[in-house]
Protein backbone atom coordinates (compact mmCIF):
# COMPACT_ATOMS: atom_id res chain seq x y z
CA UNK A 1 0.00 0.00 0.00
CA UNK A 2 1.59 3.09 -1.11
CA UNK A 3 1.12 6.32 0.75
CA UNK A 4 -1.98 8.51 0.35
CA UNK A 5 -1.26 11.63 -1.34
CA UNK A 6 -2.69 14.91 -0.82
CA UNK A 7 -0.80 17.37 -2.75
CA UNK A 8 1.60 18.07 -0.17
CA UNK A 9 0.49 15.87 1.80
CA UNK A 10 1.21 12.15 2.61
CA UNK A 11 -0.72 9.93 4.78
CA UNK A 12 0.41 6.84 5.68
CA UNK A 13 -1.36 4.32 8.22
CA UNK A 14 0.13 3.82 11.42
CA UNK A 15 -0.24 -0.04 11.12
CA UNK A 16 2.19 0.29 8.24
CA UNK A 17 5.18 1.68 10.58
CA UNK A 18 7.64 -0.75 12.16
CA UNK A 19 10.40 2.30 12.27
CA UNK A 20 10.51 5.95 12.12
CA UNK A 21 13.00 5.85 8.61
CA UNK A 22 11.06 8.31 6.54
CA UNK A 23 12.94 7.12 3.23
CA UNK A 24 11.04 3.39 3.76
CA UNK A 25 8.01 5.07 3.29
CA UNK A 26 8.14 8.05 0.70
CA UNK A 27 10.54 6.27 -1.62
CA UNK A 28 8.40 4.22 -4.30
CA UNK A 29 10.61 1.21 -4.21
CA UNK A 30 8.11 -1.81 -4.55
CA UNK A 31 8.57 -4.03 -7.79
CA UNK A 32 6.21 -6.79 -9.74
CA UNK A 33 7.40 -9.93 -10.20
CA UNK A 34 5.19 -12.99 -11.62
CA UNK A 35 7.71 -15.82 -9.55
CA UNK A 36 8.77 -13.96 -6.31
CA UNK A 37 10.54 -14.91 -3.13
CA UNK A 38 11.94 -14.14 0.11
CA UNK A 39 15.67 -13.69 0.26
CA UNK A 40 15.76 -15.95 3.90
CA UNK A 41 14.13 -19.11 1.97
CA UNK A 42 16.62 -19.23 -0.22
CA UNK A 43 19.66 -17.85 1.68
CA UNK A 44 21.25 -20.21 4.60
CA UNK A 45 23.05 -18.00 7.40
CA UNK A 46 26.23 -18.99 7.91
CA UNK A 47 28.80 -18.22 10.86
CA UNK A 48 31.54 -20.49 11.75
CA UNK A 49 34.34 -18.99 14.02
CA UNK A 50 38.08 -19.23 13.12
CA UNK A 51 40.91 -18.67 14.76
CA UNK A 52 44.27 -16.90 13.67
CA UNK A 53 46.09 -20.22 14.41
CA UNK A 54 43.53 -21.60 11.76
CA UNK A 55 44.02 -18.72 9.78
CA UNK A 56 48.06 -18.79 9.27
CA UNK A 57 47.89 -23.04 9.10
CA UNK A 58 45.50 -22.35 5.92
CA UNK A 59 47.00 -19.39 4.86
CA UNK A 60 43.50 -17.85 4.80
CA UNK A 61 43.62 -14.28 4.64
CA UNK A 62 41.16 -10.96 5.72
CA UNK A 63 39.17 -9.33 4.05
CA UNK A 64 39.97 -5.39 3.71
CA UNK A 65 36.89 -4.19 1.30
CA UNK A 66 34.63 -4.59 -1.14
CA UNK A 67 34.34 -2.16 -3.55
CA UNK A 68 30.82 -0.58 -5.33
CA UNK A 69 32.21 -3.02 -8.40
CA UNK A 70 31.68 -5.54 -6.60
CA UNK A 71 35.13 -6.93 -6.02
CA UNK A 72 37.14 -8.08 -3.45
CA UNK A 73 40.13 -7.15 -1.85
CA UNK A 74 42.09 -8.81 0.58
CA UNK A 75 44.83 -7.75 3.24
CA UNK A 76 48.54 -8.76 3.48
CA UNK A 77 48.67 -12.44 4.79
CA UNK A 78 51.04 -10.51 7.65
CA UNK A 79 48.13 -8.36 8.74
CA UNK A 80 46.70 -11.92 10.48
CA UNK A 81 49.62 -10.88 12.89
CA UNK A 82 48.23 -7.63 14.28
CA UNK A 83 44.77 -8.01 13.45
CA UNK A 84 42.48 -7.69 16.62
CA UNK A 85 39.32 -8.74 17.12
CA UNK A 86 36.94 -11.88 16.46
CA UNK A 87 36.84 -13.65 12.78
CA UNK A 88 34.33 -15.73 10.48
CA UNK A 89 35.09 -17.91 7.77
CA UNK A 90 33.62 -17.59 4.28
CA UNK A 91 33.88 -21.04 2.54
CA UNK A 92 33.36 -21.05 -1.13
CA UNK A 93 30.11 -20.89 -3.02
CA UNK A 94 28.84 -18.65 -0.33
CA UNK A 95 27.39 -14.87 -0.16
CA UNK A 96 28.62 -11.68 2.05
CA UNK A 97 27.30 -7.92 2.16
CA UNK A 98 28.88 -5.25 3.54
CA UNK A 99 26.30 -3.72 6.34
CA UNK A 100 27.40 -0.38 5.96
CA UNK A 101 28.09 -0.25 1.52
CA UNK A 102 25.69 -2.71 0.51
CA UNK A 103 23.39 -0.31 -0.65
CA UNK A 104 26.27 0.37 -3.13
CA UNK A 105 26.93 -2.82 -4.59
CA UNK A 106 29.40 -3.64 -2.32
CA UNK A 107 28.29 -7.28 -2.56
CA UNK A 108 30.62 -10.39 -2.90
CA UNK A 109 29.78 -14.06 -4.01
CA UNK A 110 32.73 -16.34 -3.55
CA UNK A 111 32.48 -18.78 -5.94
CA UNK A 112 32.93 -22.43 -6.01
CA UNK A 113 36.01 -23.85 -5.99
CA UNK A 114 37.79 -20.09 -4.23
CA UNK A 115 39.80 -19.71 -1.38
CA UNK A 116 38.09 -19.24 1.79
CA UNK A 117 39.08 -16.01 3.71
CA UNK A 118 38.00 -14.55 7.07
CA UNK A 119 35.71 -11.68 7.50
CA UNK A 120 34.35 -9.22 10.86
CA UNK A 121 31.20 -9.04 11.69
CA UNK A 122 30.20 -6.33 9.25
CA UNK A 123 30.08 -8.59 6.58
CA UNK A 124 27.34 -11.18 7.14
CA UNK A 125 27.92 -14.34 5.22
CA UNK A 126 25.27 -16.92 3.57
CA UNK A 127 25.38 -20.16 1.56
CA UNK A 128 22.25 -21.02 -0.30
CA UNK A 129 20.09 -23.55 -1.96
CA UNK A 130 21.56 -24.55 -5.36
CA UNK A 131 18.29 -25.95 -6.42
CA UNK A 132 16.76 -23.08 -5.56
CA UNK A 133 18.91 -20.46 -7.55
CA UNK A 134 22.32 -19.69 -9.01
CA UNK A 135 24.54 -17.93 -7.24
CA UNK A 136 26.42 -15.96 -9.76
CA UNK A 137 22.25 -14.88 -10.65
CA UNK A 138 21.79 -13.68 -7.26
CA UNK A 139 24.79 -11.76 -7.07
CA UNK A 140 24.23 -9.70 -10.18
CA UNK A 141 20.55 -9.27 -9.12
CA UNK A 142 21.37 -8.29 -5.56
CA UNK A 143 23.81 -5.42 -7.23
CA UNK A 144 21.16 -3.66 -9.81
CA UNK A 145 20.05 -0.63 -9.45
CA UNK A 146 17.12 -1.35 -8.74
CA UNK A 147 18.15 -3.56 -5.23
CA UNK A 148 20.46 -0.76 -4.77
CA UNK A 149 17.52 1.17 -4.04
CA UNK A 150 15.97 -0.86 -2.37
CA UNK A 151 18.79 -1.45 0.07
CA UNK A 152 19.56 2.44 0.64
CA UNK A 153 15.73 2.56 2.16
CA UNK A 154 16.57 -0.60 4.63
CA UNK A 155 19.55 1.27 6.65
CA UNK A 156 19.38 2.20 9.83
CA UNK A 157 21.46 4.44 12.13
CA UNK A 158 22.44 7.81 11.88
CA UNK A 159 26.70 8.41 11.86
CA UNK A 160 26.70 4.89 9.51
CA UNK A 161 23.86 3.53 8.38
CA UNK A 162 23.43 -0.44 7.84
CA UNK A 163 21.50 -2.62 6.62
CA UNK A 164 21.21 -5.40 9.11
CA UNK A 165 20.92 -9.09 8.61
CA UNK A 166 17.09 -9.59 9.39
CA UNK A 167 15.80 -6.41 6.91
CA UNK A 168 18.20 -8.32 4.07
CA UNK A 169 16.86 -11.17 4.36
CA UNK A 170 13.65 -10.10 4.48
CA UNK A 171 13.94 -8.78 0.88
CA UNK A 172 12.05 -10.18 -1.67
CA UNK A 173 13.58 -10.71 -5.02
CA UNK A 174 11.83 -12.27 -8.59
CA UNK A 175 13.20 -16.00 -9.30
CA UNK A 176 12.77 -17.33 -12.35
CA UNK A 177 13.65 -20.74 -13.04
CA UNK A 178 17.00 -22.44 -11.97
CA UNK A 179 17.35 -22.52 -16.12
CA UNK A 180 16.67 -18.88 -16.56
CA UNK A 181 18.78 -17.82 -13.93
CA UNK A 182 21.68 -19.74 -15.95
CA UNK A 183 20.69 -18.83 -19.45
CA UNK A 184 20.63 -14.94 -18.37
CA UNK A 185 24.15 -15.14 -16.56
CA UNK A 186 25.31 -17.43 -19.27
CA UNK A 187 24.31 -13.97 -21.64
CA UNK A 188 25.84 -11.57 -19.07
CA UNK A 189 29.54 -13.88 -18.75
CA UNK A 190 29.22 -13.82 -22.58
CA UNK A 191 29.33 -9.97 -22.94
CA UNK A 192 32.05 -9.61 -20.50
CA UNK A 193 34.20 -12.28 -22.31
CA UNK A 194 33.46 -9.98 -25.46
CA UNK A 195 34.80 -6.69 -23.10
CA UNK A 196 37.41 -8.60 -22.14
CA UNK A 197 38.84 -9.82 -25.63
CA UNK A 198 38.63 -6.19 -26.75
CA UNK A 199 40.17 -4.91 -23.86
CA UNK A 200 43.09 -7.10 -24.63
CA UNK A 201 43.70 -5.99 -28.26
CA UNK A 202 43.57 -2.55 -27.04
CA UNK A 203 46.21 -3.59 -25.07
CA UNK A 204 47.59 -5.62 -27.50
CA UNK A 205 47.91 -2.16 -29.80
CA UNK A 206 49.59 -0.14 -26.59
CA UNK A 207 52.77 -2.51 -26.71
CA UNK A 208 52.47 -2.50 -30.86
CA UNK A 209 53.08 1.89 -30.16
CA UNK A 210 55.94 1.18 -27.89
CA UNK A 211 57.36 -1.70 -30.23
CA UNK A 212 57.21 0.53 -33.31
CA UNK A 213 58.15 3.71 -32.06
CA UNK A 214 61.51 2.29 -30.58
CA UNK A 215 62.24 0.31 -33.34
CA UNK A 216 61.35 3.27 -35.86
CA UNK A 217 64.06 5.18 -33.72
CA UNK A 218 66.56 2.68 -33.22
CA UNK A 219 66.33 2.19 -29.16
CA UNK A 220 67.22 -0.76 -27.37
CA UNK A 221 64.41 -0.96 -24.78
CA UNK A 222 66.61 -1.31 -21.51
CA UNK A 223 65.96 -3.22 -18.81
CA UNK A 224 66.19 -2.54 -15.06
CA UNK A 225 69.73 -1.51 -14.21
CA UNK A 226 69.75 -1.12 -10.79
CA UNK A 227 71.68 -4.96 -9.31
CA UNK A 228 69.47 -5.17 -6.03
CA UNK A 229 71.53 -7.60 -3.67
CA UNK A 230 69.87 -7.78 -0.19
CA UNK A 231 68.67 -4.48 0.94
CA UNK A 232 71.43 -2.42 -1.13
CA UNK A 233 71.12 -1.15 -4.75
CA UNK A 234 74.79 -0.50 -6.91
CA UNK A 235 74.82 2.05 -9.55
CA UNK A 236 78.17 3.12 -11.32
CA UNK A 237 79.44 6.88 -9.91
CA UNK A 238 79.34 7.60 -13.17
CA UNK A 239 75.65 7.40 -13.87
CA UNK A 240 74.56 9.93 -11.11
CA UNK A 241 74.30 13.33 -11.84
CA UNK A 242 72.17 14.22 -8.59
CA UNK A 243 72.39 12.55 -5.07
CA UNK A 244 68.64 13.76 -3.88
CA UNK A 245 66.97 11.10 -6.41
CA UNK A 246 68.15 7.84 -8.00
CA UNK A 247 68.97 9.65 -11.46
CA UNK A 248 71.33 9.01 -14.08
CA UNK A 249 73.13 10.52 -16.55
CA UNK A 250 73.14 7.51 -19.11
CA UNK A 251 70.68 7.22 -21.27
CA UNK A 252 70.12 4.75 -24.05
CA UNK A 253 70.47 6.81 -27.10
CA UNK A 254 68.90 6.19 -30.72
CA UNK A 255 71.12 4.25 -32.60
CA UNK A 256 69.71 5.97 -35.69
CA UNK A 257 69.09 9.72 -34.91
CA UNK A 258 70.45 12.46 -33.14
CA UNK A 259 69.38 12.60 -29.59
CA UNK A 260 69.32 16.42 -27.74
CA UNK A 261 67.68 17.75 -24.31
CA UNK A 262 64.24 18.69 -24.30
CA UNK A 263 65.93 23.05 -24.10
CA UNK A 264 66.86 22.42 -27.36
CA UNK A 265 63.50 22.01 -28.48
CA UNK A 266 61.60 24.90 -26.94
CA UNK A 267 61.62 28.83 -27.46
CA UNK A 268 62.27 30.52 -24.46
CA UNK A 269 61.64 29.77 -20.46
CA UNK A 270 59.17 27.36 -18.46
CA UNK A 271 56.08 28.86 -17.53
CA UNK A 272 54.31 27.83 -14.54
CA UNK A 273 50.45 28.17 -14.83
CA UNK A 274 48.07 30.32 -12.98
CA UNK A 275 47.66 30.08 -8.86
CA UNK A 276 43.71 30.76 -8.58
CA UNK A 277 40.66 28.86 -7.90
CA UNK A 278 38.44 26.69 -9.84
CA UNK A 279 34.63 27.08 -10.00
CA UNK A 280 32.40 24.50 -11.54
CA UNK A 281 30.43 25.84 -14.02
CA UNK A 282 30.52 26.69 -17.74
CA UNK A 283 32.40 29.60 -19.06
CA UNK A 284 33.69 30.27 -22.31
CA UNK A 285 37.40 29.89 -20.99
CA UNK A 286 38.58 26.12 -19.88
CA UNK A 287 40.79 25.94 -16.33
CA UNK A 288 43.28 23.29 -17.16
CA UNK A 289 44.21 21.46 -14.10
CA UNK A 290 46.16 17.98 -13.74
CA UNK A 291 43.28 16.34 -12.94
CA UNK A 292 41.61 16.79 -15.92
CA UNK A 293 44.16 15.98 -18.53
CA UNK A 294 43.65 11.62 -19.14
CA UNK A 295 46.33 9.57 -20.15
CA UNK A 296 45.90 9.06 -23.52
CA UNK A 297 46.00 13.29 -23.85
CA UNK A 298 42.41 14.17 -23.91
CA UNK A 299 40.65 16.12 -21.41
CA UNK A 300 37.92 14.89 -19.19
CA UNK A 301 34.64 16.56 -18.59
CA UNK A 302 35.27 17.77 -15.38
CA UNK A 303 34.93 21.39 -16.53
CA UNK A 304 36.00 24.19 -14.51
CA UNK A 305 36.06 27.80 -15.09
CA UNK A 306 39.10 30.16 -13.53
CA UNK A 307 37.61 32.53 -10.85
CA UNK A 308 39.62 35.07 -12.51
CA UNK A 309 42.31 35.07 -15.07
CA UNK A 310 44.98 37.18 -16.55
CA UNK A 311 46.36 36.86 -20.67
CA UNK A 312 49.68 35.49 -19.92
CA UNK A 313 48.04 32.20 -18.58
CA UNK A 314 45.85 31.68 -22.16
CA UNK A 315 47.19 28.74 -24.07
CA UNK A 316 48.40 28.82 -27.90
CA UNK A 317 47.96 26.55 -30.51
CA UNK A 318 50.67 23.16 -29.69
CA UNK A 319 51.79 24.56 -26.09
CA UNK A 320 52.91 21.73 -24.46
CA UNK A 321 52.44 20.93 -20.77
CA UNK A 322 53.99 18.62 -18.40
CA UNK A 323 52.55 18.07 -14.74
CA UNK A 324 55.53 18.99 -12.20
CA UNK A 325 54.35 17.88 -9.00
CA UNK A 326 52.27 14.73 -7.39
CA UNK A 327 51.38 11.09 -8.77
CA UNK A 328 51.03 12.40 -12.25
CA UNK A 329 54.58 13.95 -12.08
CA UNK A 330 55.78 13.55 -15.89
CA UNK A 331 51.72 13.54 -16.92
CA UNK A 332 52.24 15.97 -20.75
CA UNK A 333 49.37 17.45 -22.70
CA UNK A 334 49.35 19.39 -26.15
CA UNK A 335 47.00 22.37 -26.23
CA UNK A 336 45.04 22.60 -29.66
CA UNK A 337 42.58 25.18 -30.71
CA UNK A 338 39.50 22.41 -30.69
CA UNK A 339 40.48 21.86 -26.97
CA UNK A 340 38.35 25.68 -26.72
CA UNK A 341 39.56 29.24 -24.77
CA UNK A 342 41.83 27.77 -21.91
CA UNK A 343 44.49 28.81 -19.32
CA UNK A 344 46.60 26.31 -17.27
CA UNK A 345 46.58 25.71 -13.64
CA UNK A 346 50.08 26.04 -11.11
CA UNK A 347 50.93 22.43 -10.90
CA UNK A 348 51.48 22.67 -15.26
CA UNK A 349 54.54 23.58 -16.61
CA UNK A 350 54.10 25.44 -20.12
CA UNK A 351 56.82 25.01 -23.07
CA UNK A 352 56.40 26.78 -26.35
CA UNK A 353 58.03 24.35 -28.66
CA UNK A 354 60.21 25.14 -31.80
CA UNK A 355 58.13 23.80 -34.01
CA UNK A 356 60.59 24.10 -36.68
CA UNK A 357 62.45 21.45 -35.16
CA UNK A 358 60.12 19.18 -33.43
CA UNK A 359 56.71 17.96 -35.12
CA UNK A 360 54.58 18.58 -31.45
CA UNK A 361 52.71 15.39 -31.92
CA UNK A 362 55.43 13.00 -32.05
CA UNK A 363 57.01 14.66 -28.89
CA UNK A 364 53.92 14.17 -27.18
CA UNK A 365 53.39 10.44 -28.28
CA UNK A 366 57.42 10.15 -27.39
CA UNK A 367 56.25 11.31 -23.79
CA UNK A 368 53.91 8.35 -23.35
CA UNK A 369 57.05 6.15 -24.25
CA UNK A 370 58.47 3.55 -21.81
CA UNK A 371 61.92 5.92 -22.58
CA UNK A 372 60.60 9.25 -21.39
CA UNK A 373 58.69 7.47 -18.20
CA UNK A 374 61.90 5.53 -16.72
CA UNK A 375 63.34 9.06 -17.36
CA UNK A 376 60.59 10.83 -14.83
CA UNK A 377 61.00 7.97 -12.77
CA UNK A 378 64.72 8.47 -12.66
CA UNK A 379 64.51 11.57 -12.24
CA UNK A 380 61.84 12.79 -9.95
CA UNK A 381 62.41 14.13 -6.42
CA UNK A 382 60.83 11.86 -4.04
CA UNK A 383 60.87 13.13 -0.44
CA UNK A 384 57.05 13.93 -0.05
CA UNK A 385 55.68 14.41 -3.52
CA UNK A 386 57.11 13.39 -6.29
CA UNK A 387 58.41 16.19 -8.30
CA UNK A 388 60.42 17.66 -11.22
CA UNK A 389 60.54 21.41 -11.72
CA UNK A 390 60.28 23.11 -14.94
CA UNK A 391 64.10 23.57 -15.35
CA UNK A 392 65.25 19.93 -14.25
CA UNK A 393 62.61 18.90 -17.13
CA UNK A 394 64.85 21.10 -19.99
CA UNK A 395 67.89 17.83 -19.14
CA UNK A 396 65.26 15.25 -20.55
CA UNK A 397 66.47 13.64 -23.41
CA UNK A 398 64.36 13.06 -26.76
CA UNK A 399 65.28 11.89 -30.06
CA UNK A 400 65.29 13.98 -33.03
CA UNK A 401 64.59 12.82 -36.37
CA UNK A 402 64.04 14.41 -39.22
CA UNK A 403 60.44 16.57 -39.03
CA UNK A 404 59.10 14.52 -42.23
CA UNK A 405 59.85 11.45 -39.70
CA UNK A 406 58.59 12.90 -37.34
CA UNK A 407 55.50 13.53 -38.74
CA UNK A 408 55.07 9.94 -40.28
CA UNK A 409 56.03 8.65 -36.59
CA UNK A 410 53.12 10.45 -35.21
CA UNK A 411 50.41 9.84 -38.15
CA UNK A 412 51.03 5.86 -37.24
CA UNK A 413 51.28 6.18 -33.80
CA UNK A 414 47.68 8.23 -33.78
CA UNK A 415 46.00 6.13 -36.24
CA UNK A 416 46.46 2.86 -33.30
CA UNK A 417 45.63 5.49 -31.05
CA UNK A 418 42.26 5.97 -32.87
CA UNK A 419 41.63 2.02 -32.89
CA UNK A 420 42.67 1.56 -29.22
CA UNK A 421 40.01 4.15 -28.31
CA UNK A 422 37.49 2.92 -30.65
CA UNK A 423 38.37 -1.04 -29.11
CA UNK A 424 37.94 0.35 -25.51
CA UNK A 425 34.67 1.93 -26.42
CA UNK A 426 33.62 -1.57 -27.52
CA UNK A 427 34.43 -3.04 -24.43
CA UNK A 428 32.61 -0.90 -22.22
CA UNK A 429 29.46 -1.01 -24.69
CA UNK A 430 29.58 -4.82 -24.42
CA UNK A 431 30.18 -4.63 -20.37
CA UNK A 432 26.85 -1.65 -20.17
CA UNK A 433 25.28 -4.33 -22.44
CA UNK A 434 25.32 -7.00 -20.31
CA UNK A 435 23.82 -5.09 -17.12
CA UNK A 436 21.01 -3.86 -19.23
CA UNK A 437 19.99 -6.95 -20.91
CA UNK A 438 19.96 -8.59 -17.63
CA UNK A 439 18.28 -6.05 -15.77
CA UNK A 440 15.82 -5.55 -18.60
CA UNK A 441 14.67 -9.51 -18.88
CA UNK A 442 14.01 -9.32 -15.14
CA UNK A 443 12.18 -6.50 -15.01
CA UNK A 444 10.47 -6.63 -17.69
CA UNK A 445 9.43 -10.20 -18.45
CA UNK A 446 7.86 -12.32 -16.29
CA UNK A 447 8.21 -16.09 -15.80
CA UNK A 448 6.31 -19.35 -15.55
CA UNK A 449 7.19 -22.55 -14.65
CA UNK A 450 6.94 -24.19 -17.60
Not at 181 to 201: D, K
Not at 246 to 253: D, I, L, S
Not at 359 to 371: E, R
Request: aromatic share 12%.
Amino acid sequence: MHPTTKKYLHFIPLTKFSLWDVKRYTRKTDLLFSNVAFLNEILIPYKKSVSKDEMITNKWQIISKINFGGKLFLRDFDEIHTYKGSLSLVPDNAIIYSKINVRHGCIYFNEKGDSPFGVSSEYPTYIFDETKVNGSFLHLLLRSDAFKKILNTKTTGISKARVKADEFLNLQIPLPPLVAQTRLVENYNAHLHRAEELEQNANQLEKEIENYLFETLGIEKEEKKLTEKGKLYFVNLKDISRWDVWTTNKQKNTSIFSTVNFCDIIHGKPMYGANVKGVKQKSDIRYVRITDINEDGTLNDDFASPQFFEDKYLLKENDFLIARSGNTVGKTFLYQKSHGKAIFAGYLVKYVLNTEKIYPQYLFHFTKSYSFKKWIDANQRIAGQPNINGQEYLKAPIPLPPLSVQEAIAHHIQGLRAEIKRLRASAEESKTKAIKEFENEIFENTYNDN
